[in-house]
C-alpha cells in the first residue's frame, strides 16, 4: 500500500461537478492519496492508517491526532504505475478494484475509529481534487 501525504488548508473532491468529500482544516489538514497493490491486506490498511494519524507533519512537529486535523481519502491506482519500459505506463502493480476498494475501505475507517474526522472521494469514480498544499509538505508512506 502506498498512501501519498499532503498537508493542506482546504481540500475537496468532486465527481461530475458535484463536492462528494470535502475537509475544512483549522487550521491544517491532510489529504490522502491511497494506493493498493496485490499483496496489501487489512492489516496493512490499518497500519498505515495509524502511522497517518501520528504523524508528526502539521505546524510544531504536531500530527493530526494532536490537533483533530481532518483528513480527506481518495483512491488512487495510478500510485503503482510502472513507467520503466516505454511511454504507456503499466498498471499490473495495482490491485483491481474488487481487492483494492474494501482496502480503501478498511484504511478510511481504521483512521476514523483512531478519532480522524475523514471525507472521501468516489472509488472508480472520475474525480476532481482541488486543494491548497501547505509548505509545500508532500510524503510517501508504504507498506
Request: proline share 6%.
Amino acid at each position: 500500500m502506498r498512501v501519498v501525504v499532503q498537508r493542506v488548508t482546504a481540500a475537496r473532491v468532486s465527481v461530475d461537478g458535484a463536492i462528494v468529500g470535502e475537509i475544512e482544516p483549522n487550521p491544517q489538514g491532510l489529504v490522502a492519496l491511497v494506493g493498493v497493490t496485490h499483496s496489501d491486506t487489512e492489516m496493512t490498511a490499518k497500519a498505515l492508517a495509524d502511522k497517518l494519524w501520528r504523524l508528526r507533519i502539521l505546524d510544531g512537529e504536531r500530527s493530526a491526532a494532536d490537533v483533530d486535523a481532518p483528513i480527506l481519502v481518495v483512491s488512487q491506482f495510478t500510485l503503482y504505475a510502472n513507467t520503466a519500459k516505454g511511454r504507456r505506463p503499466s498498471w499490473n502493480a495495482a490491485a483491481p478494484g474488487p481487492v483494492a476498494e474494501p482496502l480503501v475501505d478498511a484504511f478510511t475507517q481504521a483512521l476514523r475509529d483512531l478519532g480522524a474526522t475523514t471525507a472521501t472521494g468516489k472509488f472508480g469514480a472520475h474525480m476532481h481534487i482541488d486543494l491548497s498544499n501547505d509548505g509545500p509538505v508532500t510524503l510517501l508512506l508504504e507498506a
